[in-house]
């Protein structure tokens, strides 16, 4: 394995300020790796200060020049305490398994195509499920890999989800009571992660302009919302994104959430997931619905089936109408839910044809 690409990594440093001068220094506490650590900084800008806590551990990938105030900018912004950030791969082959955080479900895995092969472009993908605990990212896997057959590096993500109703908590389960905000939050730091370890990983092959999500169910709700972060307010989940996106592909994706709720899509997801009906907590479905973030200002391409029961097909419908000539809805008759996941299914091959699209040619 090259030295660009380590199998594991972990670096850990302290802010410290400069005596005598303006900025701050970063000392190195612990250091675990295999290759080399080629890039790492330890003197932040002047007129740079430390995050709350002043020891807040970092990455600094030598493939992103601006370096640790950036990824100081991102934890505080997704109020994600990155203690560190782990790059890992089985044996050297499969996906990296690569941490943007400490909780067990905040990771992703990155699948690149054959080493000599050019990579075309980047897409996220983004599991279903009613973001219930009960669905992860082994869901998206099969796409990745077959995204990846096809010249992309795809980028599966996994997030923070709501437990069952009524679950005990448990270490595992702390910070998951509401999707609101730690679901948002965690998908837009795994989108923003791209720009560091995840490139890094990469040795550097990763096209940051030309990066698509894809999404199934909820993931197809969440990949068009990461697609809408740029018109997100100040201070909302997500907003002022680092990695910017081409575009988006919904598969049966849930995209008016207000809809949905009253409509009982999910049996209660919508409401589990922001925490109460949109009558009770309006500003979050404001800020969190796909059909209420419009123009999102990139193309959206939503891909669903006529005989879907778990997401009718109306919620499709809905958004295509609102966004006009923006969005487009390829309409597959008799195709249900899963369908959208099966990888020998036209739905799913007419999802990868879409993602392919909206890519430069």
Do not use: K
């Not at 609101?180 to 998908?187: G, K």
């Not at 925490?275 to 200002?297: E, M």
């Not at 005989?307 to 195709?335: C, K, M, N, Y």
């Amino acid at each position: 394995m090259s030295p660009e690409r380590p199998d594991s990594l972990v670096i850990r440093v302290r802010w410290q300020p400069v005596r005598g001068g303006p900025g701050y220094r970063l000392t190195l506490r612990s250091l675990r790796m295999t290759g080399q650590a080629a890039g790492v900084r330890t003197h932040g800008a002047a007129g740079e200060s430390p995050s709350a806590g002043g020891a807040t551990p970092r990455w600094v990938s030598p493939h992103v020049h601006r370096g640790v105030a950036t990824w100081r900018r991102l934890a505080h912004r997704h109020r994600v305490r990155m203690r560190q950030v782990t790059a890992s791969r089985a044996s050297g082959r499969g996906p990296w398994r690569i941490s943007y955080g400490t909780h067990p479900s905040q990771f992703g895995e990155l699948t690149l195509p054959a080493d000599e092969t050019p990579v075309r472009g980047v897409a996220v993908v983004v599991h279903g499920g009613f973001w219930r605990q009960a669905y992860g990212l082994e869901l998206g896997r099969p796409l990745a890999a077959d995204l990846a057959r096809a010249g992309l590096a795809a980028w599966n993500v996994e997030y923070r989800r709501v437990p069952p109703d009524g679950a005990a908590r448990t270490p595992s389960t702390i910070g998951d009571a509401d999707g609101w905000t730690a679901t948002f939050d965690d998908v837009a730091a795994a989108l923003d992660l791209l720009a560091g370890p995840v490139q890094d990983a990469a040795g550097g092959r990763l096209p940051l302009d030309e990066v698509v999500a894809v999404g199934h169910s909820a993931g197809g709700h969440l990949a068009t919302w990461l697609a809408a972060r740029p018109g997100l307010p100040d201070g909302a989940p997500g907003a002022a994104p680092a990695v910017l996106l081409r575009g988006a592909v919904s598969q049966a994706g849930v995209l008016d959430l207000v809809d949905a709720a009253e409509r009982g899509v999910g049996n209660g997801a919508v409401e589990r997931l922001l925490g109460g009906t949109p009558s009770a907590v309006p500003d979050r479905y404001a800020l969190a619905s796909p059909v209420a973030r419009l123009p999102i200002g990139v193309p959206v391409v939503c891909v669903h089936g006529t005989s879907d029961t778990h997401v009718p097909i109306r919620q499709s419908e809905r958004f295509v109408e609102a966004a006009g000539t923006a969005a487009e809805l390829i309409t597959l008759p008799g195709v249900d839910h899963m369908a959208m996941i099966d990888l020998s299914s036209d739905a799913w091959r007419a999802s990868r044809d879409a993602v392919e699209r909206l890519l430069p040619q």
